[in-house]
């Protein structure tokens, strides 16, 4: 990640920070509350988003929230994912894409969002 570290993301709500020479983690940031499927990052911030609806940004330096953006809940779509309605809670965001302007979000009912986090 041109940090000397490598971040992960898991099904378990983790976001961890591993030292890429030691193998060791240095940092979990903590906050989702559902499994974390999308990750990117650039050269100051960490973008995670998940199944429970949020996109959370992250500081590279103090591991710490920068902010939670809440995407809208899933309003009337069809079909069911882990046994869930679609229609049912938070939308479950799954994907992110990331440029020096943009920051998209797309999720499993195939909704997009635009997020202005800069």
Same mark, same amino acid.
């Given at each position: ?44 911030? *960490? ?20 902010? *939670? ?50």
């Amino acid at each position: 990640a041109g940090h000397g570290v490598l971040v992960s993301a898991s099904t378990d709500s983790w976001v961890r920070v591993w030292d890429q020479r030691t193998g060791h983690e240095v940092a979990t940031l903590d906050g989702h509350v559902a499994a974390v499927a999308g990750l990117k990052f650039d050269a100051d911030k *960490v973008v995670t988003c998940g199944f429970d609806g949020t996109v959370r940004l992250w500081d590279w330096r103090t591991f710490r929230s920068r902010g *939670v953006v809440h995407v809208a809940m899933a309003q009337g779509s069809q079909g069911q994912q882990h046994g869930y309605p679609y229609d049912q809670g938070p939308r479950r965001c799954t994907r992110l894409s990331m440029d020096d302007a943009n920051l998209m979000v797309g999720c499993i009912d195939g909704s997009i969002y635009q997020i202005d986090v800069y």
